[in-house]
Every structure is written in structure tokens, then in C-alpha cells.
């Protein structure tokens, strides 16, 4: 069984800085995308970041441009996604997912969809005060 773990969240002050992890166990790592979705209560799930199995393509939402950062290192079957400049609006239980469908998935939007992942970790809470 493929299962995604995440951790690393918690309490911060606005303009504060978190490093979220997501182990990965079941299969190589190499073998995903991997996704970051957040929800905030009474919000829908969104999409935050993507990675492709090769670590070089990433994808952004507009919302987290510029301050979040998300990598991953396939020897330690470990994803991450370093929040920089938190702020109140990115307070969320944060989800790390994986997909084997990656082909052509920077077109329309794929990466960004929920949809598109098949595995999905527990999540881990990031709270940030103003």
C-alpha cells in the first residue's frame, strides 16, 4: 500500500516561516507527482503546489507564488514544501497527495486538479496569527 505521512505544521506568527515534510512509503517515490492541497474551515480543498517525478517542474497557485517553495528528494522517499512570509489567509490543514498521471499534466490545469492524485496523507495543521 502506498501511504503519504505529512508533518512539520503548527503555530506561527504572521511573516513567520514553516517546512512541511511528506514520507512517503509502499513505493519508490520516483514513482509519483507529487501534490500539495490545503484546506481552511468551511473552504474547499485547494490546490497549492505540484511537483513531477523528476523533481525539475513545479507549479504554483497565484496565492503562494513567491513565498512557498516545494521540492522533494526521492532517496529519502521525502516530499517538502518550505512556506515562507505566512500570513493569516494561510491557515489550513495542509495535504500532500500523489499521482502516477503526470503525462502532459501542466495542461489544463491537470497538476492543480484534486482529482488527479490517487493517494492522500492525513494532512498536518498550520496555523498562522496576525
Known amino acids: 500500500q502506498v501511504q503519504a505521512v505529512e508533518s512539520g505544521g503548527g503555530l506561527v506568527q504572521a511573516g513567520g516561516s514553516l517546512r512541511l515534510s511528506c514520507a512517503v512509503s509502499?513505493?519508490?517515490?520516483?514513482?509519483?507527482?507529487m501534490g500539495w492541497f490545503r484546506q481552511a474551515p468551511g473552504k474547499e480543498r485547494e490546490f497549492v503546489a505540484a511537483?513531477?517525478?523528476?523533481?525539475?517542474?513545479?507549479y504554483y497557485a497565484d496565492s503562494v507564488k513567491g513565498r512557498f517553495t516545494i521540492s522533494r528528494d526521492n532517496t529519502q522517499s521525502t516530499g517538502y514544501l518550505h512556506m515562507n512570509n505566512l500570513n493569516p489567509e494561510d491557515t489550513a490543514i495542509y495535504y500532500c497527495?500523489?499521482?502516477?498521471?503526470?503525462?502532459?499534466?501542466?495542461?489544463?490545469?491537470?497538476?492543480?486538479?484534486?482529482?488527479?492524485?490517487?493517494?492522500w496523507g492525513q494532512g498536518t495543521q498550520v496555523s498562522v496569527s496576525s
Open positions: 497527495a500523489l499521482t502516477q498521471r503526470t503525462l502532459r499534466w501542466q495542461l489544463y490545469d491537470i497538476h492543480a486538479r484534486a482529482t488527479t492524485y490517487d493517494y
Open positions: 511537483i513531477g517525478a523528476t523533481g525539475l517542474d513545479t
Open positions: 509502499g513505493r519508490t517515490l520516483s514513482a509519483f507527482g
